[in-house]
């Protein structure tokens, strides 16, 4: 009481007093003092005492222990709502409801979340618990994220035993709240399954989809209502809620949904055999899926429209991602089109999917990178969805690493997992198909698994009558993003070789990718006639800036409405929206980033920050807000990693070096440069470079980046495994002009080769996310196996032997740190002696590549480095000496043995 007494208050009496009522419960102590010192209007702390001291309780009888707490919760309730509250008014029938589901709920909610799953406004919840703080942790008002919990459990226990409470007014019956709040999780369910996801009902719907078997379990008789609810929600949408919350809330194991069901499956079969049944063959096929079905939540629809790992596609507008990102929330959703752009294309792919006619049963939708396929992708998801002909599909968002199975293995038994959540024959079909054959999950025949998994049970669809007799559509499955996956070709082979017959009609597979030379490839292969296709880069430059600035234009009235700003409504003028509109580049990506800085919440001040945009003014704290989501957004590659490598480069990069380096047409990479506009800026023949220097900073230390960081260490290694097979001429020296023809030995490497050998262990030591780093290792492993000897002297040629040493010194900290597992000890002492060797050779190396292979020559027999390359090393000098003799021309290389 020391934050409330002053003077001589209390008394001595009253605080013996009250010490006295207490008895030997120090909640009765504690629900105490808060009731003092609560605070109200028109009652003060010693009124407040009086209170409690005019409480009168008996003795608490040995059958009643808590009477004296009981009295106090009473008293408490009182006070909160006055003595003159009628049980049956209207005011606490509310007051009874908000005050029993707190106490019930198996895992508290906030205010926010409570309103929106007992349907009362947020404002009645707040007026209810206003005076009950001393027996509820009840957060600010401001605070409507925090949950509402109960101090102690006494509290639940008195308000639902009527011997204790015995006032009805308070009273809450368990089997009517639980009836109530079963039917509001299902119908939260239901509404939450379909379409794109209110981000405020994401909390709600993890608990609803989590708990509704709870508090149909506190549903003691035969209820109507309930049974309706139950019946309605077991033959609709069981298979989608089973699938859905899995991904919602990333379960390892659906054990606690199997759980849920066998609490409804137990209730139902006092009531309802039918409702029982369907449960228990649910249960019983989900246990077959869960423990024979390799799944990848992170790729589904269900979590690119509610949780997609924290990459944002262009087209979003809510206030938490524009203007205050917090990219530790990895629960941001993938983006729709914006409303009135890409309406062309959403037509056209509409009326392929919906034409019941046999033609072609796949559609291709292509274009270079951030044209907004994945929006395109995500549009007509959510129609499809909303319509009930989405049966499922696979939404790539990086580079596949599922332990025991390959990447095709992964993404077949994902999307089964789909098609089992979409109709139960073809849930039937695939159980049938892992019951029959146990190893299919880990089967190295990819087509074998497609065939089982995913063509049989959707050409059964057909053939049993199955939902497909209720859908007035063909059903449709979407591939987005196919150039990430690596067997894409392979993939697509299945698809055409499976279901692109006159028994697939019912089908439709719409995919977007990248037209990468493997995929471009096997579409021209196949007959025209069993796909469409559809180039978002040959949508008019004219309908695409149309587009963009109805995309502004909404964007600049969000910007108003957000910052609740008394800018003037003709705010820009028509001269500055065209001028944004064509600084946008016809990049929708762009767009958002010009938004983005208009609506910063800390500058609050959208026209100067135009004016900094338009005239490039971008070197304050403003655009480096920026940086985490552009990054994160950058993370697939090429883009992503092209970015990366410009950044964190001392030296500025060519348009040559880095169509090398990646592989890529100038023209092409120019292009794709141009969405990096203006975090990366070149003008005509410019090189390529970051606006300002913080971005360089944010890349070398941001932990954002790690992942990207091991891609592109991984496309170095790539790049050496590939470049280092070409040899060098042989004599003591390769850099006199007259070895090499008069030219410089660095014409011989080309410039994305020398790249990749001056910048991998620096762009190693960077990669510190270690599930990226399980595919990094492999290649590393590779490389110090195969190539080090070949990168040693390429470097030493690069007279770059000083560099050697502290190179690999990087490259073994790097495998100390994460080549963890045993059978990595080999690689780490091979980095560490190589190091060494470096080390005690640098001057050597300097003089002459060459002593790098009679070095290792030199090497006592006990060296593992010695062990793996001294047959290399020999063979190398045979050849470069045979090479000499011969008299090599001047214009050719002797190649490497």
């Not at 999950?441 to 007799?469: C, T, V, W």
């Not at 470097?795 to 040493?805: I, N, Y």
Request: hydrophobic share 40%; charged share 25%.
């Amino acid at each position: 009481m020391s934050t409330i007494v002053w003077r001589n208050w209390p008394s001595k009496d009253d605080f013996n007093a009250l010490v006295k009522s207490c008895g030997k419960l120090f909640i009765y102590a504690s629900t105490a003092i808060g009731f003092i010192g609560e605070g109200r209007a028109l009652r003060t702390p010693e009124e407040s005492l009086q209170i409690i001291l005019n409480i009168v309780s008996d003795d608490a009888p040995d059958d009643m222990p808590y009477k004296q707490l009981d009295d106090l919760y009473l008293r408490i309730l009182l006070e909160a709502v006055g003595n003159s509250a009628k049980a049956e008014s209207k005011g606490m029938v509310r007051f009874r409801k908000i005050l029993g589901t707190i106490v019930l709920l198996r895992d508290p909610l906030s205010v926010r979340s409570l309103s929106k799953l007992i349907e009362e406004e947020e404002q009645q919840i707040w007026n209810a618990l206003r005076h009950l703080s001393s027996i509820l942790i009840v957060p600010h008002e401001e605070n409507s994220e925090t949950p509402v919990r109960f101090f102690h459990p006494s509290l639940l226990d008195f308000l639902i035993d009527a011997n204790r409470c015995v006032d009805e007014r308070f009273f809450v019956d368990v089997s009517r709240l639980g009836a109530d709040l079963f039917q509001r999780c299902t119908v939260t369910i239901i509404k939450g399954l379909v379409g794109s996801m209110d981000e405020e009902l994401i909390p709600v719907m993890r608990y609803v989809c989590m708990f509704w078997g709870y508090h149909l379990r506190n549903v003691h008789d035969e209820n109507a209502q309930v049974m309706t609810r139950l019946d309605e929600f077991v033959r609709s949408h069981l298979l989608k809620w089973f699938r859905f919350t899995r991904v919602l809330l990333n379960l390892k194991s659906g054990d606690p949904l199997l759980q849920c069901m066998k609490v409804a499956k137990n209730w139902a079969s006092c009531y309802n055999t039918e409702i029982s049944d369907t449960l228990n063959s649910m249960l019983r096929s989900s246990g077959v899926l869960d423990s024979r079905l390799a799944d990848n939540y992170e790729s589904t629809y269900d979590a690119a429209r509610s949780k997609c790992g924290g990459l944002v596609t262009f087209t979003c507008l809510t206030s938490e991602l524009i203007w205050d990102l917090n990219l530790g929330d990895e629960e941001t959703r993938r983006a729709t089109c914006h409303p009135g752009t890409r309406k062309s294309v959403l037509a056209e792919i509409k009326e392929w999917a919906t034409f019941e006619s046999a033609g072609p049963g796949i559609f291709w939708l292509y274009g270079s990178a951030y044209t907004g396929k994945s929006a395109v992708a995500m549009s007509i998801a959510e129609w499809a969805d909303e319509k009930g002909f989405l049966c499922g599909g696979f939404f790539f968002r990086d580079v596949i690493d599922f332990p025991k199975s390959s990447e095709l293995g992964v993404v077949i038994s994902t999307i089964s997992h789909d098609l089992a959540s979409f109709d139960m024959s073809m849930r039937n079909h695939v159980v049938e198909a892992l019951e029959g054959n146990k190893h299919l999950r880990y089967s190295k025949h990819a087509e074998l698994q497609f065939a089982a998994l995913i063509a049989n049970p959707l050409l059964s669809l057909k053939q049993d009558g199955g939902m497909h007799r209720r859908c007035q559509a063909p059903i449709l499955l979407i591939i987005d993003g196919l150039d990430w996956c690596e067997g894409a070709a392979e993939l697509l082979t299945f698809l055409f070789t499976h279901l692109s017959g006159p028994g697939s009609s019912h089908v439709r597979i719409l995919i977007t990718s990248r037209p990468t030379p493997q995929i471009r490839k096997t579409f021209e292969a196949v007959h025209k006639e069993l796909h469409k296709s559809a180039n978002l880069d040959e949508i008019s430059a004219e309908v695409v800036r149309q587009d963009i600035a109805t995309y502004l234009h909404d964007g600049l009235a969000r910007v108003r409405e957000i910052l609740s700003l008394s800018t003037p409504l003709d705010w820009p003028d028509q001269t500055d929206f065209d001028s944004l509109v064509n600084s946008s580049r016809n990049s929708f990506f762009c767009a958002k980033y010009a938004l983005k800085f208009l609506g910063n919440s800390k500058t609050r001040n959208p026209s100067q920050q135009l004016q900094s945009w338009l005239l490039r003014h971008l070197d304050d704290e403003s655009f480096e807000d920026m940086y985490p989501c552009w990054v994160a957004e950058l993370g697939a590659p090429p883009v992503g990693l092209q970015a990366i490598a410009i950044c964190v480069s001392q030296e500025p990069l060519s348009f040559s070096l880095l169509s090398d380096f990646f592989q890529m047409d100038v023209d092409n990479l120019k292009t794709a440069l141009r969405l990096l506009y203006p975090f990366i800026i070149f003008e005509a023949d410019d090189y390529p470079r970051p606006n300002n220097s913080p971005l360089r900073h944010f890349y070398m230390n941001s932990r954002f980046v790690n992942g990207q960081y091991a891609d592109l260490c991984r496309h170095c290694l790539r790049i050496m495994d590939e470049g280092l097979h070409i040899a060098f001429r042989g004599t003591d020296s390769l850099r006199g002009s007259e070895r090499t023809g008069g030219r410089d030995p660095l014409h011989i490497i080309g410039p994305g080769l020398q790249y990749a050998c001056r910048n991998w262990t620096t762009i190693l030591s960077k990669a510190s996310n270690f599930s990226y780093n399980r595919n990094l290792s492999r290649n590393l492993d590779t490389f110090i196996q195969k190539h080090l000897l070949s990168w040693l002297y390429t470097m030493a040629l690069l007279q770059l032997a000083s560099h050697l040493a502290s190179e690999l010194h990087n490259a073994w900290k790097w495998s100390d740190r994460y080549y963890r597992a045993s059978f990595f000890n080999d690689i780490r002492k091979l980095l560490e002696e190589a190091w060494h060797f470096a080390n005690d050779n640098e001057q050597t190396f300097a003089e002459s590549p060459l002593q790098v292979y009679h070095a290792v020559l030199d090497l006592p027999e006990n060296s593992e480095l010695c062990r793996i390359y001294k047959v290399e090393a020999a063979e190398r000098l045979k050849a470069f000496e045979e090479a000499n003799r011969a008299g090599t021309p001047k214009d050719d290389i002797p190649s490497q043995i």
